[in-house]
């Protein structure tokens, strides 16, 4: 599905998915903090402080989101949200 459009047309895609994802419940405010967040170059450890959440929760909403968008790393997840994830 996503594997398979060009990087523009992937982009947009997933800015689209984020938003059906977050409209039909299956991520929340939180999981797009976090990957607002890790956007702007933060590490784990300094998202969970800032959110008051472990490191370790922060990997799980990575990793769901990951999932959702059929990332096959957290490389290419950034890749693909940088553009898309507002940082301010």
């Known amino acids: ?42 590490t784990d450890d300094t998202v969970g402080k800032k959110l008051d959440i472990s490191s370790r929760t922060v990997q799980r909403h990575v990793s769901r989101v990951m999932v959702l968008l059929g990332a096959r790393s957290r490389l290419e997840l950034g890749i693909l949200l940088a553009a898309r994830v507002p940082t301010h």
């Open 1 to 42: 599905m996503l594997a398979q459009a060009p990087a523009r047309s992937r982009n947009h895609q997933v800015a689209t998915w984020l938003d059906i994802c977050k409209e039909r419940g299956l991520i929340n405010e939180l999981q797009v903090e976090v990957l607002r967040l890790l956007a702007s170059g933060l």
